[in-house]
């Protein structure tokens, strides 16, 4: 049975960082005190924010169109077995699933390399 070196692949955008568009952030909620007024101005911020939210994210696919701007990294995980490989790249791909930044998340495999000695010279 052939013994097997495992990575994590999966494709990164490495455009310019400075298109990134800004993220827009939520607003705080209202503290347990807060007065209907203070309620109603929060209620109008998160729809606000939704919206801004969908901008973002149209702005974001747009740019993360084109191909040209995704690298394929291949990172070795120091494990031996591919349950253990499967694990690492399963918990990888959780922590990344609504990253549009990362894609193709997957795991490789290439033969472990066996050097041979062929002649000594010492």
Known sequence: MAAYEYALGFDAWTGPVEKLPPQ??????????????????HVRALADHTDAKRAYETELRKLTADDGNWTTQRTPLPVTTKDDAETSVAEFAELHATNPLVKNVGLYRTPAVKWELVTSYG
């Not at 827009?24 to 101005?41: C, F, I, K, N, S």
């Open 24 to 41: 827009p952030m939520e607003p705080l909620p209202p503290g347990p005190d807060a007065t209907v007024e203070e309620q109603d101005r």
